[in-house]
């Protein structure tokens, strides 16, 4: 072997090497397949387009395009492949859809978790859209406060007053 270095984000291995018998040099590229272990014991290699069929499904009549659930998709794989494992079980694949897609579309992520989690009840959806409005409360960028008068211009600057919320204190 002569050189080698990560590729496709550290999803693979790109080998340089030489043959020792004519010394030509040829390139290997060498991925470790990720394993998902479903509920039947079963396991099968991981398979992105499956994630990107499953979303879809919870988008339809959703004003998300095909390149969001992509990137998506993207970005589950990613994450379940960060954890460095080669095999996850199926139950933490649906839990790294859940984050992203809450994000991307909450009418889909209500669908697709209610699904996923088998909502049986009325209450078990209104207990996820409070969730949900929790969250959005929390992620809600800086506003002005309502109770102070407002100081606009005593500064020179009219966005140094107000408080800060979400988003550890940073303005979206």
Known sequence: MIDSRKADDGAAIRRRRACPECGRRFTTQETVI????KRSGATEPFNREKIVNGVRRACQG???TEDQLAILAQRVEDAIRSRGLGEVPSHEVGLAILGPLRVLDEVAYLRFASVYRGFESLDDFEAEIAALRGRREEDAPWQPDQDQ???AGQSGHPD????????GGRQT
């Open 62 to 64: 959703r004003p998300v």
């Open 34 to 37: 990720l394993m998902v272990g």
């Open 160 to 167: 140094l007053v107000g408080t800060w919320s979400g988003h």
């Open 149 to 151: 008068p407002d100081r």
